[in-house]
């Protein structure tokens, strides 16, 4: 019996903490800005951001965007992603 709690109290601990991560990542300015670090360092290309603005679940405002690769850039002065009203129910 104390096997099964002790069980059942690591897995809900377990829960739990994965879904602080979660929400720490989707609804916080600084969940957002970690994810797109972490995307930026898997991107072939040079990106440079000088701000960014938002949560990923309520949408993103990056500031003065610059992505250069070889031959080619593109920049912009800012880039809006609003992620609620891509999805249509």
């Known amino acids: 019996m104390r096997k099964l709690y ?25 969940g957002a800005k970690f994810v797109i670090n972490k995307v930026i360092q898997f991107i072939p290309a040079d990106v440079q951001i000088s701000s960014i603005n938002g949560n990923i679940v309520r949408g993103l405002e990056v ?7 070889m031959s080619w850039e593109i920049t912009a002065k800012r880039f809006y992603v609003r992620w609620l009203s891509l999805i249509h129910i």
């Not at 377990?14 to 600084?30: A, D, E, H, K, S």
């Open 63 to 69: 500031k003065n965007p610059t992505v250069r690769l």
């Open 6 to 30: 002790k069980i059942c109290f690591i897995f809900s601990f377990i829960v739990l903490l994965l879904t602080g991560c979660f929400t720490w990542l989707l609804v916080t300015n600084q």
